[in-house]
């Protein structure tokens, strides 16, 4: 039997939302559709940007340009900012969204916060 090659067909998906990592050494932005399934991610580091670069503004510009240029394909023209982590990328991913013609209906902060974190190490006798 031979097998039939089925082309898959790609999802219109005209609403989603963006999450945005924005750590200390990368930006990690990633569009999913409403049920939170992955359409498409891009990070600084995958753009090219190695070292200290990664964690600038315009590394987590880029990235959110060639995430949104993704998820245009898909037809995607509003999303859900969800933000996370407290890293310099921040606000510049999410204005790089709208300049490429995505509208952004909301924007959350979903920053993990410790509420009395990990018990601290015992005193050091010496």
């Known amino acids: 039997m031979a097998k039939k090659s089925q082309r898959r067909s790609r ?3 005209t609403r989603g939302i963006a999450h945005v990592k924005a750590t200390f050494n990368n930006t990690l932005i ?3 559709d409403v049920n939170g399934e992955t359409l498409c991610a891009s990070t ?3 753009i090219g940007f190695k070292g200290s670069r990664k ?5 987590a510009t880029r990235a ?5 240029q993704k ?5 995607m023209t509003e ?3 969800r933000l996370r982590g407290a890293g310099s990328g921040r606000e510049s991913a999410v204005t790089a969204l709208q300049a490429n013609g995505i509208k952004v209906t909301a924007v959350e902060d979903h920053t993990p916060i410790p509420h009395n974190g990990c018990r601290p190490p015992k005193k050091r006798r010496v």
Request: net charge neutral; hydrophobic share 40%.
């Open 71 to 75: 998820a245009k394909r898909f037809g």
């Open 11 to 13: 999802k219109s998906v």
């Open 64 to 68: 959110a340009e060639e995430c949104a």
């Open 79 to 81: 999303v859900e900012v």
């Open 44 to 46: 600084a580091g995958q």
């Open 30 to 32: 990633t569009i999913t």
């Open 55 to 59: 964690s600038t503004p315009f590394a």
